[in-house]
T-cell receptor, first 113, second 116 residues
């Protein structure tokens, strides 16, 4: 079945640390991948997306993600986190342009000032 | 960018009553809208997909008679929770797809429903 999984439920980092959040998707044909962020009390915002082309995708706020087809992964990275990055991060995938988006379980990121 | 609004943002209702939540795409025409439910500290669970002018497609386990979805125009979809019970208390989020970039969904701010 088509699915998206995030194995880190809660990540705690200090400011200026590097971040990598894992995301894996199941095989199911052509897939479009997304990372969304949900700040406390706010709605979902798109950080970045991958449809095709360069597997290294740069998004807003200094985030990037790399699509590695051989590993079925789309991990989110940021070289130096800030306290304001505290939020819930969701990886999501869509297996065709007409289908629904499937969300991972989310990773809560807490940054110690 | 595309903006999706939801109304109301919060609603409290008594058990047994019905509640309607509106989802509007403000600056684009949404051919497809999605309704999600999010429990505290959990991910978004897709409830149903609605296409303008046709019946909604419900995910497995979602009662279509309890969660009525209407997508009567290209900018408005409504979710009605009928005969609400406390276990229906949740955060309901809609998203809309349409316009030039049909791969992407734009999310509304969500509606917090509390059933007492």
């Amino acid at each position: 079945a088509q699915s998206v999984s995030q194995h880190n439920h809660h990540v705690i980092l200090s400011e200026a640390a590097s971040l990598e959040l894992g995301c894996n998707y199941s095989y199911g044909g052509t897939v479009n991948l997304f990372w969304y962020v949900q700040y406390p009390g706010q709605h979902l915002q798109l950080l970045l997306k991958y449809f095709s082309g360069d597997p290294l995708v740069k998004g807003i706020k200094g985030f990037e993600a790399e699509f590695i087809k051989s590993k079925f992964s789309f991990n989110l990275r940021k070289p130096s986190v800030q306290w304001s990055d505290t939020a819930e991060y969701f990886c999501a995938g869509s297996y065709s342009s007409a289908s629904k988006i499937i969300f991972g379980s989310g990773t809560r990121l807490s940054i110690r000032p | 960018g595309a903006v999706v609004s939801q109304h109301p943002s919060r609603v409290i209702c008594k058990s047994g009553t019905s509640v309607k939540i509106e989802c509007r795409s403000l600056d684009f025409q949404a051919t497809t809208m999605f309704w999600y439910r999010q429990f505290p500290k959990q991910s978004l669970m897709l409830m149903a997909t609605s296409n303008e002018g046709s019946k909604a497609t419900y995910e497995q386990g979602v009662e279509k008679d309890k969660f009525l979805i209407n997508h009567a125009s290209l900018t408005l979809s409504t979710l009605t929770v009928t005969s609400a019970h406390p276990e229906d208390s949740s955060f309901y989020i809609c998203s809309a797809r349409g316009g030039a970039d049909s791969y992407e969904q734009y999310f509304g701010p969500g509606t917090r429903l509390t059933v007492t």
